[in-house]
């Protein structure tokens, strides 16, 4: 019941920039956790990067320092601000939202990044 739709993905350069949004809708009540996860072909889903309703936040050793995640309660959206983008971060980025323990999931927007 809680929707949740990522933009932003776009094909880039190394080393350049972008900016991904993430808007939650429907059912908001209480969201707690958001995070941003990227699955590459032939690899698992893995955590970029996590922020709790309190503004706390956790990065994947591999953006740590490039990326940096916020979010504005007030609009249930969560952001991802890429830099110094690498080919390595090519993937599908998703979108997560932790309501009430259950874990809801965006469609996924598109990153390439060409050397």
């Known amino acids: 019941q809680v929707r949740l739709v990522e933009s932003g993905g776009d094909l880039v350069q190394a080393g350049g920039s972008l900016r991904l949004s993430c808007a939650a809708s429907?059912?908001?009540?209480?969201?707690?956790?958001m995070g941003w996860y990227r699955q590459a072909p032939a690899k698992q889903r893995e955590l970029v990067a996590a922020?709790?309703?309190?503004?706390?936040?956790n990065y994947a050793d591999s953006v740590n320092g490039r990326f940096t995640i916020s979010r504005d309660n007030a609009k249930n959206t969560v952001y991802l601000q890429m830099n110094s983008l690498k080919p390595e971060d090519t993937a599908v980025y998703y979108c997560n939202a932790r309501q009430w323990g259950r874990d809801h999931w965006g469609q996924g927007t598109q990153v390439t990044v060409s050397s």
């Open positions: 429907g059912t908001i009540l209480s969201i707690n956790d």
């Open positions: 922020i709790t309703k309190g503004g706390n936040t």
